[in-house]
């Protein structure tokens, strides 16, 4: 069964600075997505990771994708108010796409 | 924005009754899935479709059913709602393997 874990859950910091997000999943695969959720509305598709090695960049985010130590990391560059949010990564397996529980992201003016 | 609605947008129901809400989709995408978002336990997997009549469970499938009959529709199924299905339904689209996926705007069922 496909385990994806998300560190840390709630993460609070201060605007300008830099951050990273971690997601951790126990099975093998290649395919791994982040998601957005602001609060009270859905799901907004960040990045696409297909391979290992795989690195996308938008904005202040930035994704990467290691599949041989089972990693992904969604790191924040100079932080602004504007991307407080939940982020969620999602490891596609046999057709299904399991979530971690999200990090709640809270950046202070 | 992909054309992805879901309906209702807002249930309440009581126990043990019936509840079926739905997933429609414009785009003719291959994959469709049911998600439940609760508080502390982020998005979790109920069942999928691959296809027209082709479902398969997720993570959380007791308790629900689906049915996929035509490619724009996927159904989900409380066959008799309990206080524990409380929660807000997210369905999603892709068009392949690989595919970013769209969600729907949500549907927050409450069974009292």
């Known amino acids: 069964e496909l385990k994806v874990e998300q560190n840390p859950l709630f993460l609070s910091m201060q605007e300008g600075k830099n951050y990273t997000i971690y997601c951790n999943y126990s099975t093998t695969s290649d395919r791994l997505y982040w998601y957005r959720q602001d609060p009270g509305k859905s799901l907004e598709s960040l990045f696409v990771l297909l391979s290992n090695g795989a690195v996308k960049q938008e904005g202040r985010l930035m994704a990467s994708l290691d599949t041989k130590a089972r990693l992904s990391t969604l790191h924040i560059t100079a932080a602004v108010h504007d991307l407080s949010a939940t982020y969620f990564c999602?490891?596609?397996?046999?057709?299904?796409?399991?979530f971690g529980k999200g990090t709640r992201l809270h950046i202070l003016p | 924005d992909a054309g992805i609605t879901q309906s209702p947008r807002h249930k309440v129901t009581e126990t043990g009754t019936p509840v079926t809400l739905r997933c429609h989709q414009t785009?003719?995408?291959?994959?469709m899935y049911w998600y439940r978002q609760d508080p502390g336990h982020g998005l979790r997997l109920i069942h999928y479709s691959y296809g027209v009549k082709d479902t398969d469970k997720g993570e959380v499938s007791d308790g629900y059913s689906v049915s996929r009959s035509k490619t724009e529709d996927f159904l989900l199924t409380l066959e008799s709602a309990t206080s524990s299905q409380t929660s807000v339904y997210f369905c999603?689209?892709?068009?392949?393997?690989?595919?970013?996926?769209?969600f729907g705007p949500g549907t927050r069922l409450t069974v009292t």
């Open positions: 999603a689209i892709r068009a392949s393997q690989g595919g970013k996926q769209y």
């Open positions: 999602a490891v596609e397996w046999d057709d299904k796409i399991i």
């Open positions: 785009e003719n995408h291959r994959y």
